[in-house]
């Protein structure tokens, strides 16, 4: 079983960047595909980024395009999430989440293993 830790938010001033990270434990984390997920007060999780272990394939929901970028390291064990351009509206709690599949899916229905999540929270 994967277990999950996010790490890395903050308060930051728009236009800001932060990075998010992930720590994973427990077997087959180099097998999973993860993505990173964010959830604002009275809305629902929504879809940020993902990458699949072997080929590290990326994916992005288009309003993060060329802002965010998600990498991973399966030899650290650790996903890593890096924001720029930072905007108010950037503002959620982030998950990362874990599925046990060659291939990713932007549901978060179809992950089975999430973290705590981590509090950002973009400044006007």
């Known amino acids: 079983q994967v277990q999950l830790v996010e790490s890395g938010g903050g308060l930051v001033q728009a236009g800001g960047s932060l990075r998010l990270s992930c720590a994973a434990s427990?077997?087959?984390?180099?097998?999973?595909?993860i993505g990173w997920f964010r959830q604002a007060p009275g809305t629902e999780r929504e879809f940020v980024a993902g990458i699949r272990w072997d080929t590290l394939t990326t994916d992005y929901a288009d309003s993060m395009k060329g802002r965010f970028t998600i990498s991973r390291d399966n030899a650290k064990k650790a996903v890593y999430l890096q924001m720029n351009s930072l905007k108010p509206e950037d503002t959620a709690v982030y998950h990362c989440a874990a599925r046990s599949s060659l291939w990713g899916s932007r549901n978060s229905d179809d992950y089975p293993y999430w973290g705590q999540g981590t509090q950002v929270t973009g400044g006007s």
């Open positions: 427990g077997v087959s984390f180099s097998s999973n595909y």
